[in-house]
Nanobody, 125 residues
Framework: QVQLVESGGGLVQAGGSLRLSCLDS????????MGWFRQAPGKEREFVAV???????KYADSVEGRFTISRDYAKNTAFLQMDSLKPEDTAVYYC???????????????????WGQGTQVTVSS
């Protein structure tokens, strides 16, 4: 059973960095894609980044070059390194697992069947 728990959120000034972690205590299969999404108040949940061992990585245009997604398969943990943070990055960040597709890097939240509880990231100006 996939059980995702995010950590690492907090308050940071614009231009700063944070590193989010997503621990899968249920030992997600290495073939699963692991993604990060975010949801700001009053807005829909949006794609941030995704990685799969067989397919590499994909990023939203808004974070390309500033955020880096990675995964430690031995520790069952995915990471999102966020640099050069902006106030518009403020949101609740969720990690998610796509267990049903083997090669696709999906940016559609409907394709993800497991979700964590979220962690708040606040960037002050």
């Amino acid at each position: 059973q996939v059980q995702l728990v995010e950590s690492g959120g907090g308050l940071v000034q614009a231009g700063g960095s944070l590193r989010l972690s997503c621990l899968d205590s249920g030992r997600t299969a290495s073939t699963y894609a692991m993604g990060w999404f975010r949801q700001a108040p009053g807005k829909e949940r949006e794609f941030v980044a995704v990685t799969r061992w067989s397919s590499g990585m994909k990023y939203a245009d808004s974070v390309e070059g500033r955020f880096t997604i990675s995964r430690d398969y031995a520790k069952n943990t995915a990471f999102l390194q966020m640099d050069s943070l902006k106030p518009e990055d403020t949101a609740v960040y969720y990690c998610a697992a796509d267990s049903r597709r083997r090669y696709i890097l999906s940016s559609d939240k409907a394709d993800y069947d497991y979700w964590g509880q979220g962690t708040q990231v606040t960037v002050s100006s």
